[in-house]
């Protein structure tokens, strides 16, 4: 039996679900499914969650607000009308959005001056043409130094942005052994392993996010387990469609099917025109 809902929109509801009132959240040009999930958790429960976007750093809530139709990049003019802030420079991004308690970091008794000013966000969308069983991503291309069969947009700076970030969300829009590989030709964004390793502040991907799955990471060995199934998706064709080995995780469950809510919201204030249910 077909599902009332695409795999895009069960993307930004799984993210959504995730996301929490106050937090501070990033994602970069390529943004339908993160922005969607940023709006819904804004229109649901977490009013107070603000959206950097990478291409020209805006700071947007859309809480209290009508939106036309979900932009597909956050180079779109019209992200303008919902941004509290726009600015061209990103060093301007880390000084105005990044520092711990935004202005207050530079005050004199603020409570913040004992942390790191360049703890960019807590949560960041980073999409990859292929990403291991390590949560390594590639965005280079395919291929090797000497011949790539395949050219991707490069590092596009994800490299420096997740490396300040807490929980960075790692996400495909296919599900498939092209994609999901035992080890990608390049690394635009490292894994945790790395992380840890070169003791960066953040400490690498959360969850491996596909049309069919989310994969978490075991906290020792720092490789990825299937943590969830989609909604209609079995193990074994998970497991079909991937091209890394992995465990199962000890918290597995199936995700729970979107809401009559959720999908309300979703449809009627903040994906009205159906971006998210284009075929691709």
């Known amino acids: 039996m077909a599902q009332d809902f695409s795999s895009k929109e069960m993307m930004a509801i799984v993210f959504a679900r995730d996301l929490q009132d106050g937090e501070r959240v990033c994602s970069g040009a390529h943004t339908e499914i993160s922005f969607a999930a940023v709006m819904l958790a804004q229109k649901m429960h977490a009013p107070n969650l603000r959206l950097q976007l990478g291409g020209t750093c805006f700071l947007c809530n859309v809480a209290d607000m009508e939106i036309d139709e979900l932009p ?14 726009a600015c ?3 060093p301007e991004t880390f000084h105005f959005y990044g520092p711990p308690g935004g202005r207050k970091y530079y005050a004199p008794d603020s409570p913040y001056r004992n942390t790191n000013k360049y703890w960019f966000a807590d949560k960041f969308f980073a999409g990859g043409i292929q990403a291991d069983r390590y949560g390594n991503v590639n965005l280079i291309g395919i291929g090797t130094r ?54 960066f502040l953040g400490g690498g991907a959360k969850w491996i996010v596909t049309p069919k799955a989310i994969f978490d990471f075991d906290p020792t060995e720092d490789v990825a387990r299937l943590a969830a199934t989609f909604p209609g998706v079995t193990e074994e064709d998970v497991k079909k469609n991937t091209g890394f080995a992995y465990a199962k995780s000890p918290a597995f469950a199936p995700v729970p099917p979107p809401t009559g809510d959720e999908l309300e919201i979703l449809r009627q204030e903040v994906d009205r025109t159906g971006v998210l249910r284009r075929a691709d």
């Not at 180079?75 to 802030?85: F, G, N």
């Not at 590092?155 to 590989?181: A, S």
Request: charged share 30%.
């Open 146 to 199: 000497e011949k790539l069969t395949l050219r991707g947009p490069g590092t596009v700076g994800i490299n420096d942005v997740v490396v300040t970030v807490r929980d960075p969300y790692v996400f495909v829009t296919h599900h498939d052994t092209r994609r999901l590989v035992e080890k990608v030709d390049f690394v635009s964004m490292p894994g945790r392993r790395t992380c840890k390793e070169l003791n």
């Open 88 to 90: 061209h420079d990103h």
């Open 72 to 85: 597909m990049t956050s180079v779109d003019y019209r992200i303008l009308q919902w941004a509290e802030s």
